[in-house]
């Protein structure tokens, strides 16, 4: 082979191994949450992994529970009472963590969920009363 083919192939190999390593510690700082190293395969400096508070899973999961409660109140009241009471804690929980809409909107529906479930609770208790009291 020719000098100039081996220089070429030496280049190519070079860099194919800086960018292994660019890779490499991208990869890296996505599992650890810490910047790459920017002496290391050249990385980006400035580069930084999206940080996650962990508030958000909860203010989702308030925000379902919620939903849920608002939804199957009307026939379940027990299953609605559960995932209301649950939504309000978590809501609560997350906007401690975090003051975002989504915690204060999960808490919020989870309490909404709560009242229609104790309204339904009520209508049922006293058409129950009703029911009785007629001798039916």
Do not use: H
């Not at 991208?26 to 940080?51: C, D, H, I, L, W």
């Not at 809501?91 to 915690?103: F, P, T, V, Y």
């Amino acid at each position: 082979m020719s000098d100039d083919i081996k220089k070429d192939i030496n280049e190519t190999v070079d860099t194919v191994k800086d960018e292994a390593v660019k890779v490499v510690e991208e990869v890296k700082s996505a599992f650890t949450g810490e910047a790459p190293n920017p002496n290391v395969g050249g990385g980006n400096a400035g580069y930084r992994a999206p940080q996650n508070s962990g508030s958000n899973g909860k203010a989702i999961a308030s925000l379902v529970l919620g939903i849920i409660a608002c939804v199957v109140g009307i026939w379940w009241w027990y299953v609605s009472l559960a995932c209301a009471i649950v939504g309000i804690i978590l809501g609560a929980m997350a906007r401690k963590e975090n003051q975002s809409g989504l915690a204060t909107a999960g808490f919020v529906v989870s309490i909404i969920g709560l009242a229609i479930t104790l309204i339904m609770f009520i209508c049922l208790v006293i058409i129950g009363i009703g029911i009785g009291l007629s001798g039916y």
